[in-house]
């Protein structure tokens, strides 16, 4: 295992350049098995997860190069029963709509619940239904087929990133228009989406709550570039509103990270917008607001441990209102290792700003909960050790590396268990 020291207080100054987005190239990766011909992903990041979601598309018989960029060809893939390796990551399940709408059917183990939450699939499977699908599930394994896929209206009860990617995924070879009503906005929608309709799908309405998919016979091999990162984007901001310092942070799209953006001027943090970067400078004394957490373009949930750990040494009282997952303060209890104030009542943590937090040994419970600890550690007095790192790999690429290269004192290190 291993783990990062962090020693606080450095300030933040120069600039970093934001990775493309994982949250983006997991889907796309996904919607390549629809595609018999060669794909070019460009602007991927080299992360776990990535990595992972590679392995799997190996298994189904996808030729895959990742050097600067992925290469991938699924012309000779085959449907297979399902992998274990499929648990590693939940993204994986987005697998089972390339491959229903690839063959027509498709075995796949149904994604367990992770430290964040459930997350069950219903409304994925609610989607398939609709478009024809039958389901059966017997000892963890669902195997999902139909003899044609049909398009149909698919209402989402809640506005699910993934099964929103996921019937898309189904659809886009489905005989006839589908239209999924209450759907996910994110980006990352709209990049998978542009990714499709480069190939030859037809999908209109994608960033708006209504999706229409026009079904198509095939879909041709495309290069296409992956948008930033706008988690990692907003989590360097974080660092720096913390710590102190003036750091310009490249590669971004302003309207993507606004909530971002519009909190931390709440927050009196001064974050300057240009082309496709923005400016953050603090003085690492930051005033605390409430935050809640809502699907976009409302406050991301995946920022919501990093605020809670911002707002810890911060000036006041602020309240965080986790409406999307129903276990995501597991870093409040680590926080509080470091000596932050906060109670915590259903999904609801009232933050209770302390003069200052002091380093120790804590453990990443999850991706965001680590990089919670991240940006905590950097603005604490002394140094804090941040164990099992490894959940932190899966969503941040090189994230030492680029901390450093502004000043930062962190390093990884290997340790002992
Ligand atoms: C995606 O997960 C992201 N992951 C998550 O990012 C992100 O937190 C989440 O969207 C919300 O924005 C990827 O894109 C790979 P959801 P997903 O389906 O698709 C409930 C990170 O840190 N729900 O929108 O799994 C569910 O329980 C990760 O990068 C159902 O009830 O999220 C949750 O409460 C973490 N039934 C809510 O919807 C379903 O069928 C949001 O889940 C599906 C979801």
Do not use: W
Not at 28 to 48: F, G, M, Q
Not at 251 to 273: G, Q
Not at 389 to 416: A, N
């Amino acid at each position: 295992m291993e783990k990062f020291i962090v020693t606080g207080r450095n300030k933040i100054n120069g600039s970093i350049d934001i990775s493309g987005s994982k949250n983006s190239v997991l889907p796309i990766l996904a919607a390549t098995l629809l595609i018999p011909d060669t794909c070019v992903i460009n602007n991927v990041p080299k992360l776990s997860d990535v990595y992972t979601m590679i392995e799997l598309l190996k298994y189904y018989g996808a030729e895959v190069e990742f050097n600067d960029s992925i290469k991938i060809n699924c012309s000779n893939i085959e449907n297979k029963a399902p992998s274990d390796k499929v648990k590693d990551i939940r993204a994986s399940f987005l697998l089972v709509g390339a491959l229903l709408g690839r063959f027509g059917k498709v075995s796949m183990f149904m994604p367990g619940g992770c430290n964040i939450g459930q997350r069950p699939v219903d409304l994925h499977l609610k989607g398939f239904g609709v478009l024809g699908a039958n389901q059966s599930i017997e000892g963890g394994i669902i195997d999902i087929s139909a003899k044609y896929l049909n398009g149909g209206e698919v209402y989402l009860d809640f506005p699910s990133v993934g099964a929103t990617e996921n019937i898309i995924l189904a659809a886009v070879m489905a005989k006839g228009r589908t239209v999924i009503s209450n759907c996910a906005t994110e980006p990352e929608i709209i990049d998978m989406a542009d990714f499709l309709i480069k190939a030859g799908a037809k999908i209109s309405g994608a960033g708006s709550d209504t999706i229409v998919v026009e079904g198509v016979d095939c879909l041709k091999g495309v290069e296409h570039k992956v948008i930033p990162d706008r988690i990692e984007a907003g989590t360097f901001m974080l660092a720096v509103a913390g710590t102190g310092g003036k750091c310009r942070i490249n590669n971004v799209i302003s309207e993507h990270i606004k909530p971002i953006i519009l909190k931390l001027r709440e927050m009196e943090v001064d974050v300057e917008e240009s082309e496709n970067s923005v400016i953050v400078s603090s003085e690492g004394n930051i005033v605390n607001t409430d935050i809640k957490t809502m699907p976009y373009p409302g406050f991301p949930t995946d920022m919501q441990a990093q605020f809670t750990a911002l707002m810890a040494k911060g000036i006041g009282t602020g309240v965080v209102n986790e409406t999307v997952f129903e276990n995501r303060f597991m870093h409040i209890g680590e926080l509080k290792k470091m000596g932050a104030n906060i109670t915590v009542e259903g999904r609801t943590a009232v933050v209770r700003g302390v003069e200052a937090l002091a380093g120790a040994e804590v453990e990443a419970t999850d991706l965001r909960a680590g990089a919670a600890l991240i940006i905590s550690a950097l603005a604490a007095e002394g140094t804090t050790e941040i164990g099992h790192i490894h959940y932190i790999d899966r969503g941040y690429e090189m994230i030492e590396k680029k901390l450093k290269s502004v000043g930062c004192d962190i390093k990884r290190v290997r340790s002992e268990e």
